[in-house]
């Protein structure tokens, strides 16, 4: 294991409770700063409020004291070496020129590293232009009864903490989430899933809400979150914008388990 990995891991452990969205921050190494870049208020890292993304600007300073701010920039005038390391989109509403796509590619390349949160989105062609893609439908549970009282909403396994850094980490809750895929990146060894959904989950290609002929399933799951590594730099993109919300930092899921009977447990993406 790499000794940064090491220790990472170790701080890690310490922890009562480490949740995915603080481990992408490990993906990206050691920053100085983490910068979210929302271009709808509702995502804002200052807006308290249930559709706001206040406590992942909080978890990431109590617990690694990553500082954050919120700009509205052109990604042309970036500088990844030395104003803004990480940056952090989402669910961004604003569409973007040829020119601001290539210019996050070039950051990413040249050392900056950009996390984004989308679904169906325009941040998807930032994405799309640096190889990783949208699986086309939402991914929805084969089992209709699930989860009784949010049944649009998955299960996400968290790959990276579970079977990387061998952390038992809560599954998080997710809302309208879509598959990514990047085969060719993953055949060279340049991508990885850190996200995926339960092995339950289907691709709803046809968006009827049902499991039938023209959907896709899989024995393990859709990979819905992806970590690459271009040249000097990282995208990782996670196929759901609702994930770092205030609202699911503490939130109740129940489900009907084989037997009839009802299971609930307290889901929580962030701090």
């Not at 920053?31 to 271009?39: C, H």
């Not at 893609?133 to 049944?151: A, D, H, K, L, V």
């Not at 109740?252 to 009802?262: A, I, N, Q, R």
Request: with cysteine.
């Amino acid at each position: 294991m790499h000794p940064m990995m090491k220790q990472w891991r170790g701080k890690i452990l310490d922890q009562k409770k480490t949740q995915t969205w603080l481990l992408l921050v490990i993906l990206v190494g050691s920053l100085i700063s983490f910068t979210s870049l929302p271009y709808a208020p509702e995502f804002s890292i200052y807006n308290s409020n249930w559709n706001g993304t206040s406590q992942l600007r909080l978890g990431l300073q109590i617990e690694f004291g990553l500082t954050s701010s919120r700009i509205l920039i052109s990604p042309i005038i970036l500088n990844s070496d030395v104003d803004y390391p990480t940056i952090v989109i989402i669910g961004s509403e604003r569409k973007y020129t040829n020119v601001e796509l290539s210019a996050y590619s070039k950051y990413v390349r040249q050392g900056g590293h950009l996390v984004i949160f989308e679904d169906y989105g325009p941040a998807r062609r930032i994405a799309q232009q640096m190889g990783i893609q949208f699986i086309r439908g939402m991914i929805r549970e084969t089992q209709e009864s699930f989860y009784i009282n949010r049944p649009s909403q998955i299960l996400i396994q968290d790959i990276f903490g579970s079977y990387l850094l061998g952390i038992k980490i809560s599954p998080l809750i997710g809302s309208e989430v879509v598959g990514l895929l990047d085969l060719l990146g993953m055949e060279e060894g340049i991508t990885v899933p850190i996200l995926v959904s339960f092995n339950s989950s289907f691709a709803d290609l046809n968006n009827n809400k049902k499991m039938d002929a023209g959907d896709i399933a899989t024995c393990c799951g859709f990979p819905v979150g992806l970590h690459k590594r271009l040249e000097n730099g990282t995208i990782t993109v996670i196929g759901d914008s609702a994930i770092p919300l205030n609202v699911y930092a503490n939130i109740p899921v129940t489900f009907v388990k084989s037997d009839g009977s009802e299971s609930t447990f307290i889901a929580s993406n962030i701090l």
